[in-house]
């Protein structure tokens, strides 16, 4: 099973939600992994900037408290085991999805490289106005039966939907 | 708990939830684009899944009083903003927050660009926060949840949830069976029926 190239994704899907037994009871929180992008980002800047580290909001993402590092330390480990998992499938990816090329009608590295380093921008500011993403408003919020999360869920898949109808080819 | 013990449980949880990711191949840029564009609903059984597991997860756990809900607050103005521009944002990269990490597992090189520019737009977040908290956007309500406004326990309404969920599911499977979703090369890019020639793009040559 650990060598197949894809799970069912109900398979997955349970998988991935057993996970908020060990946030609740080891870390007290739920899954989550937007505000790492803040504890990440507060301390680079604060190479440059050390002044940001009394901004009240990034002082607290910076805390050398379990839920900030623990939340860090899980967004880094998503890298690791998806990089084990496809080493264990032997799956090979192109260095860009091909669905960019026929999404964007170009073929330029560069240009998807600008497009990727916008998107990411834009996605991080929209899910700290939010106060979470497609984890934390999703699958805990979500769950949780949180009404500002189911709230914040409709509007990320409206905004996508949009966006996707709008701004890119059909793939 | 020490900070040691925390990182330490994080990084087996995330190796954990990114093994999971990349079985589930919902980290594809094909499958959440295609999502988006209403052609592949292999995100929304996984997300669905992942929510009413977590439902009943919780409904045992907070029902039997091992655990208290972490809800966030409902700022409505700032979850239908910040909802919408990361929606966009979604799309445009082809990966949320968590799933940018595993496509750096998996070697897409262009996440490594939505990660620094994921980076760079929580720090622009952090330095406008303090004015924005003044705004529309910080205005709001306490932690909301619907079995509160009716008044009924939350275990009872999470399972209502999850079984609702569940029948969507099946409903979802029925219609579109996950398989046929999958796509030759596992992530999502099917064959066109008409229009984009697919075949030109499955054939260039890995960089």
Request: a positive charge; charged letters at 10%; one cysteine or more.
């Amino acid at each position: 099973m650990l060598m197949q190239k894809a799970w069912s994704p109900y398979l997955a899907g349970i998988f991935i939600g057993l996970l908020q037994i060990p946030a609740f009871l080891i870390i007290e929180t739920a899954l989550g992994a937007s505000s790492s992008y803040v504890t990440v980002g507060g301390v680079l800047a604060s190479w440059i900037d050390p002044s940001i580290l009394n901004n009240d909001y990034v002082a607290r993402h910076v805390a050398a408290t379990a839920k900030n590092w623990w939340q860090v330390a899980l967004v880094g480990g998503i890298a690791l085991g998806a990089f084990a998992s496809m080493k264990l499938s032997g799956a090979r990816r192109h260095a860009i999805s091909p669905i960019w090329q026929t999404a964007l009608g170009s073929a330029s590295p560069s240009r998807r490289y600008a497009l990727a380093f916008g998107a990411g921008f834009i996605m991080l500011f929209g899910a700290r106005i939010a106060d979470g993403c497609t984890s934390g408003h999703g699958l805990s919020g979500v769950a949780q039966l949180a009404v500002g999360s189911t709230v914040a869920v409709a509007a990320m898949f409206a905004g996508g939907i949009g966006a996707a109808l709008l701004l890119l080819r059909r793939i | 708990m020490s900070l040691t013990l925390a990182i330490a449980v994080g990084l087996v949880m995330g190796v954990a939830f990114g093994f999971a990711l990349e079985k589930s191949r919902v980290f594809e840029p094909g499958i959440i684009v295609g999502q988006m564009q209403l052609r592949n609903f292999i995100m929304l059984k996984v997300f669905l899944t992942a929510v009413a597991t977590g439902a009943v997860v919780l409904a045992v756990l907070n029902g039997f009083g091992f655990v208290r809900l972490q809800p966030k607050a409902a700022l409505y103005a700032a979850d239908i903003t910040g909802g919408l521009i990361l929606g966009v944002g979604i799309t445009l990269a082809g990966a949320c927050p968590g799933t940018t990490l595993a496509q750096i597992g998996a070697g897409y090189r262009d996440a490594l660009f939505t990660l620094a520019g994921g980076i760079a737009g929580a720090v622009a977040f952090s330095y406008a926060q303090p004015s924005l908290a003044k705004t529309f956007l910080g205005e709001g309500g306490g932690k909301l949840i619907f079995t509160d406004l009716i008044g009924v326990p939350y275990w009872a309404g999470a399972l209502v949830l999850a079984a609702a969920l569940v029948v969507v599911l099946v409903a979802l499977e029925k219609w579109k069976p996950w398989r046929d979703e999958m796509g030759g090369d596992v992530d999502g890019d099917l064959p066109h029926d008409q229009g984009y020639p697919a075949g030109a793009i499955l054939t260039r040559p890995a960089e």
